[in-house]
């Protein structure tokens, strides 16, 4: 069986992310969640990541599992 390995976004105020995160998927990574202080941000990243959860607390994400 092959192991996923589940990542995070924490400050996503650049256009790169997009494809970070694209290219992580690609490689099989599983997007577990992301966290932006930014609504403007934050809005673009969940159209274009519908799936993604946002939390509002990074701690979330850096504490999770």
Do not use: C
């Not at 970070?20 to 673009?44: H, I, R, Y």
């Not at 799936?51 to 999770?64: H, Q, Y």
């Amino acid at each position: 069986m092959e192991k996923r390995i589940r990542f995070a976004v924490i400050g996503i105020n650049h256009d790169h992310i997009y494809r970070m995160t694209e290219a992580v998927q690609s490689g099989g990574g599983e997007l577990a969640g992301f966290f932006a202080p930014d609504e403007k941000w934050a809005a673009n990243y969940q159209a274009r990541f519908p799936d993604a959860v946002r939390v509002t607390d990074k701690r979330v994400l850096l504490d999770g599992p």
